[in-house]
C-alpha cells in the first residue's frame, strides 16, 4: 500500500509496509474511533496442513492446541529448551489447516524448525509469506471477507490472511492507517512486541505472555520446566514495564538503550516507543525485577515514570487469570509528566 499518496515507508522491523499516509496523529484518532486497514503484509506466514496438524503443533508449543475449534484464534510460544522465547504464534484454524502469523523474517526459520520436528507425523508445512499477505481491520469483528483464506482475532479487530493480488481489493474498503497508529495503540494498552520489547533471555513471565499464550496445565513442551519453575517456586529475573516519557524532549528513546535510574545505573532496555495522539511520548522496557515500582527512570537519556505491567512478585503464589481470547486489558489511567 505504499503507492497510496502521501504514504511514508515504516523502518526496521517495518520496512515495505507504510509508516502512515501524511498524517499520523488523525490516523490514530481514526483507529480508536472506528474501523481502520492497516498494512501488516511484511509478517511472515506460515502454513501448516495435515491431519496431525492440531496434535503436534500442541506438542511443540506452550498452547493447548488440540481442541482449536474451527474459525478460532489462539496465540502460542515455541521455547528454547532454556524456556526463553524464540517464536512468537498467532494461529487460526480453518478445519483443514492452521494459518499462523509471526514477525517479520521470521517465517524461514519458524518454518525449518517446524521441519525438523515431523518425523512420522501427517503434517506438511509451508513459508507463504510470498503467496499471502496480513491485513488488519482495526473495529471489525466476525464479518465475512470473501477473500480471505483465514482470520484471526486481533488486539483491536480482526487479521485477514489474503493473498497478495487480494490486498489491494480487501484494502480499498476500509481507511487506510498507518503502522505507527497500531504500534501507538498496542503500547498504550501495554502489549509487547516480541523481537522489539524482547531479547534472546526473554522469558514468558518477564512480559506477561502467561496470561496469554501459555497454557499452564497441558502436557510437555521445549521450556516448560522453566515456566513452571518460575510459576510455582520463583520469581522471572526481569519484568516489562510502561513509560511515560518526558514530552519535553525532541526525540524517542532508541531502541535497545540503556534505561537508568536517577543515579546512573543501568537496569534495563528501552523497547517499543512513539507519540501517542493522545498520552504523547510512551514506551515500553524492560528493566530488572529489583527496581522499586516509584523509581523514576531514564530512558535513553529520557526521563520517564514507570507503570507496572509484569508485577515484581510475578511467578511463583501469584495466581493468574487468563484473559479471554488474548485482548488486553483497559490500560490504567495515566499521567504526563
Known amino acids: 500500500m505504499l503507492h497510496i499518496d502521501g504514504a511514508v515507508e515504516a523502518t526496521a522491523p517495518d520496512e515495505g509496509i507504510a509508516a502512515h499516509y501524511g498524517d499520523p496523529a488523525r490516523e490514530q484518532r481514526a ?38 475449534a474451527p474459525g478460532t484464534t489462539a496465540q502460542a510460544l515455541i521455547l528454547s529448551p ?33 521441519d525438523s520436528m515431523r518425523f512420522m507425523m501427517r503434517v506438511e508445512v509451508s513459508d507463504s509469506t510470498g503467496d499471502i499477505g496480513v491485513l488488519t481491520l ?98 522471572p529475573p526481569r519484568r516489562l514495564v510502561f513509560l511515560n516519557l518526558d514530552g519535553s524532549a525532541d526525540r524517542l528513546p532508541a531502541h535497545g538503550a540503556p534505561v537508568t535510574t536517577p543515579d546512573g545505573t543501568e537496569v534495563g532496555f528501552a523497547g517499543s516507543s512513539a507519540r501517542h495522539y493522545e498520552d504523547g511520548p510512551i514506551g515500553l522496557a524492560l528493566i530488572k525485577r529489583s527496581v522499586p515500582v516509584d523509581t523514576a527512570l531514564q530512558a535513553d537519556g529520557i526521563a520517564a515514570a514507570q507503570e507496572v505491567i509484569v508485577a515484581p512478585d510475578a511467578g511463583a503464589n501469584v495466581k493468574v487469570a487468563p484473559r479471554k481470547n488474548f485482548l488486553p486489558p483497559p490500560p490504567a489511567s495515566r499521567k504526563m509528566l
Open 31 to 68: 483507529m480508536a474511533s472506528g474501523r481502520v486497514v492497516i498494512d501488516r503484509s511484511n509478517r511472515g506466514v506460515v502454513r501448516v496442513t495435515g491431519a496431525d496438524r492440531l496434535t503436534w503443533l500442541h506438542s511443540l508449543t506452550s498452547q493447548d492446541l488440540e481442541r482449536l
Open 82 to 114: 532454556q524456556g526463553h522465547l524464540e517464536h512468537h504464534l498467532t494461529l487460526a484454524d480453518t478445519g483443514t489447516e492452521t494459518w499462523i502469523h509471526v514477525e517479520p523474517g521470521e517465517a524461514p526459520a519458524l518454518v525449518k524448525y517446524l
Open 138 to 235: 482495526t473495529g471489525a469483528q466476525g464479518e465475512e471477507i470473501p477473500e480471505a483464506v483465514a482470520v484471526a482475532e486481533d488486539p483491536f479487530g480482526i487479521s485477514v490472511f489474503v493473498p497478495r493480488d487480494q490486498v489491494e481489493t480487501v484494502a480499498g474498503r476500509s481507511e487506510a492507517a498507518g503502522i505507527w497508529a497500531y504500534e501507538a495503540a498496542r503500547i498504550a494498552a501495554h502489549l509487547p512486541r516480541p523481537g522489539t520489547d524482547t531479547d534472546h533471555r526473554t522469558l514468558p513471565h518477564e512480559i506477561g505472555l502467561i496470561e496469554t499464550a501459555v497454557h499452564l496445565n497441558k502436557g510437555c513442551y521445549r521450556g516448560q520446566e522453566t515456566v513452571a519453575r518460575i510459576h510455582n517456586l520463583g520469581h
